[in-house]
């Protein structure tokens, strides 16, 4: 069998997808990558769901083009709005968004049957984690905190600080401090799983921090094999990278969320316009 | 004389610029202002001079549409990036920006001739504030400090907060702590006005904070007369509100800048492909 050679588009509105692109490059690293962070129009997280619609269909095109066999909406505020739209407008490349796996793996966490999510103002809004969790299973509470200031603050690369501390402290306790607390926290947006030292402590060694890029990688590999679209074992695997906007801070902040250092010169700019 | 009763044009890349606004309305109560905010692409401050220069252009168009007499830049990010394209494309429409006011007031302030000024990433990268102040005055010694994560504490309303106080020393001590300090602190961008008791408690009582709404707004009226602009007195000053995306959240968010409830159905969404 030789395999199917074809990149995976991955798609963000910025650079904290890396995290997802950091995670399937661990777990398929014979797969090669194209990502897409639409920098000059992020952040998705606190705008209404028609534009991040409309942003993503028109950045997602680009990807599409690459001529890619499988697609990864790694943004959780486009995966929670956007994703059934994209896999109509794409048929028949399969879409995956991070959603659906978050929430799997907030079921499979969760002890006492209580799951909190902390996500952007956008993912919050539209209620998908809830959603997802109860169309998987119905006796389970949920409770949503938008969490806005930490994609600010991942993005400064203020990871383990004293000013994400108490952001976390400020978002956290109200959830986490009396009985009936949750005993997971799925971190709903790709730019958190960097602060989870921060967040760790504020909710303490009890809660389960549940990752949706490891969720998402374990879910990418999943679909590959079942449409049989994986690469051939020892294909070396690499990445490309695409932004609307400066390399140069793509390349800078994108080494917070991919945890190695990302060559500007590498980063191709496209225009918007011409999308 | 029966004066201009033709509206002056507020432009923001979101609700940052109602401080300016709410400065201009305090100082000017018989004009009418319509406000604009890019909220579909904001925030501006960690984009390229490109697409900002892109976006304002674009963006501003609408607000000449509306047969403004004054176009003024409140975002400090488009005012150090795109000033003199949008004076050149709105000619004999006057564009004011907030970089020139707040220079001014810098230097009016600044006993020890050492100013610091924070601001987005992208007015610190231009290093406009830097070059208006010497144009000004040649012996003043300038230090620029990116201060990202403030505009996201803003916007979240943590006015007054822990976190924010947190935020101040890790951005603000290095530059107040020593000997040779500066003297004077200017708030390069529309968001930080509303975090100054946070940054006082940082920075101490012996250092001036300069506003660049209020020196807007000075340098608003004077241009106003200069040209024999002004609406007559005694006419009703009014706002109204247009946005490129959600009208709710820029309701919400908006009080914290403008200091008063907006009603979000008196936000006008504007389509950004219309533009």
């Not at 906007?245 to 010169?265: N, T």
Request: glycine share 10%; charged share 20%.
């Amino acid at each position: 069998m030789p395999g199917d050679p074809r990149p995976i588009g991955v798609f963000d509105s910025g650079m904290g997808g890396l995290t997802v692109l950091r995670a399937l490059m661990a777990r398929l690293p014979n797969e090669h990558f194209v990502y897409l962070g639409d920098t000059a129009r992020l952040p998705y997280g606190t705008k209404s769901a028609e534009t991040v619609q409309a942003y993503a269909l028109q950045a997602t095109r680009l990807l599409i083009e690459e001529g890619v066999k499988m697609l990864v909406i790694a943004c959780n505020t486009a995966s929670a709005v956007a994703l059934y739209l994209l896999q109509e407008a794409w048929e028949p490349v399969p879409v995956i968004g991070v959603i659906e796996p978050g929430a799997r793996a907030g079921i499979a966490a969760t002890r006492n049957g209580r799951i909190a999510v902390i996500a952007t103002e956008g993912t919050v809004r539209g209620g998908a984690y809830a959603r997802a969790i109860h169309r998987l299973k119905r006796d389970v509470e949920v409770v949503q905190q938008p969490c806005q200031v930490f994609v600010a603050l991942a993005e400064e690369g203020w990871t383990d600080s004293p000013v994400t501390v108490a952001a976390a402290e400020r978002y956290l306790k109200p959830l986490f401090g009396g009985k009936g607390a949750p005993d997971t926290l799925v971190l709903g947006c790709t730019h958190f799983p960097v602060l989870a030292a921060s967040i760790r402590k504020s909710v303490g060694d009890d809660v389960a921090l549940v990752d949706s890029a490891e969720t998402a990688a374990t879910a990418v590999a999943a679909a590959l094999d079942e449409r049989k679209l994986a690469s051939a074992p020892g294909y070396p695997g690499q990445a490309r990278f695409f932004a609307t906007d400066s390399p140069q801070r793509f390349a800078r902040v994108g080494e917070i969320f991919l945890g190695r250092p990302i060559d500007a010169r590498q980063v191709e700019l496209v225009d918007l316009r011409a999308l």
